[in-house]
C-alpha cells in the first residue's frame, strides 16, 4: 500500500495523558498536513510542513499540542496533558504540487475518557 | 472569513435521482477547488478538482463539477443517485500558501 499511513488507527486515553501519532505520507510528497474532524464538522487545518519545515503551525490549538518531522519524512503530532476535547478525528495529508490534491489516510480517532 | 460554504448540510435523493451538491468560494483570485468524499471512520478520497484547465470537471463514480466563476460556485452533481454514494461530501478550497480549508460537509441520503 502506497498511501497516507496513520497509526494508530484508534487511541483511547485517560485525561491528563500525553498521546502521539504517527503518519507516513506517500514517499514523494513533500508536503504534509495535519487536521483535526468533529463529528458533523469538516476537517480543520492544524499545520503544515514543507519537508522538514513547518510552514504553519498557528492553527495548532493551543500550546499542548505539537507536531514535527524531522526528516522530512514520517510526521508525528502529540497532544500533551489531553482533555474531553481533544476527542476528535486526526487526520493526517500529504501533497506534491502546488496544484495538487491532497491525499489522506485513514485518520486516528482518539477519545480522552 | 469562510473559504468555502456547503449550503445544506443534509441532502436526501431517491434512487436514480440526480445528485445536487452546492459549495460557493470566497476568493479574491480563481482558487484550486477540490470535492472529497469519506465514508464512515475512513479518511477523504478525492472526487474530483479544479485547476483553471476546464470548468467542466469530471471525477470518479460518474460525479462532475462545473465551476462558475461569475457565482463563485463549484456545484457537485451526478445523474443518477446509486445507493453506494450514500456518504459525507466536502469542498474544498486551496489557496496561497498551501493550506486546503474544508466546508462543513454535506451528508447524502439516498433512498431505495
Known amino acids: 500500500d502506497t498511501g497516507v499511513s496513520q497509526n494508530p488507527r484508534h487511541k483511547i486515553t485517560k485525561r491528563g495523558q500525553n498521546v502521539t501519532f504517527r503518519c507516513d505520507p506517500i514517499?514523494?510528497?513533500?508536503?504534509l498536513y495535519w487536521y483535526r474532524q468533529t463529528l458533523g464538522q469538516g476537517p480543520e487545518f492544524l499545520t503544515y510542513?514543507?519537508?522538514?519545515?513547518?510552514?504553519?503551525k498557528s492553527r495548532l490549538l493551543s500550546d499542548r499540542f505539537s507536531a514535527e518531522r524531522p526528516k522530512g519524512s514520517f510526521s508525528t503530532l502529540e497532544i500533551q496533558r489531553t482533555e474531553q476535547g481533544d476527542s476528535a478525528m486526526y487526520l493526517c495529508?500529504?501533497?506534491?504540487?502546488?496544484?495538487?490534491?491532497?491525499?489522506f489516510g485513514q485518520g486516528t480517532r482518539l477519545t480522552v475518557v | 472569513a469562510q473559504s468555502v460554504t456547503q449550503l445544506g448540510s443534509h441532502v436526501s435523493v431517491s434512487e436514480g435521482a440526480l445528485v445536487l451538491l452546492r459549495c460557493n468560494y470566497s476568493?479574491?483570485?480563481?482558487?484550486?477547488l477540490f470535492w472529497y468524499v469519506q465514508y464512515p471512520n475512513q479518511g477523504l478520497q478525492l472526487l474530483l478538482k479544479?485547476?483553471?484547465?476546464?470548468?467542466l470537471v469530471k471525477g470518479i463514480n460518474g460525479f462532475e463539477a462545473e465551476f462558475k466563476k461569475s457565482e463563485t460556485s463549484f456545484h457537485l452533481t451526478k445523474p443518477s443517485a446509486h445507493m453506494s454514494d450514500a456518504a459525507e461530501y466536502f469542498c474544498?478550497?486551496?489557496?496561497?500558501?498551501?493550506?486546503?480549508?474544508f466546508g462543513t460537509g454535506t451528508s447524502l441520503t439516498v433512498i431505495p
Open positions: 479544479y485547476t483553471s484547465a476546464a470548468t
Open positions: 495529508a500529504s501533497s506534491s504540487l502546488p496544484d495538487a490534491e491532497a491525499f
Open positions: 476568493s479574491s483570485v480563481p482558487p484550486y
Open positions: 514517499s514523494e510528497h513533500n508536503r
Open positions: 474544498a478550497v486551496r489557496k496561497t500558501g498551501n493550506q486546503f480549508y
Open positions: 510542513f514543507q519537508n522538514e519545515a513547518q510552514l504553519e
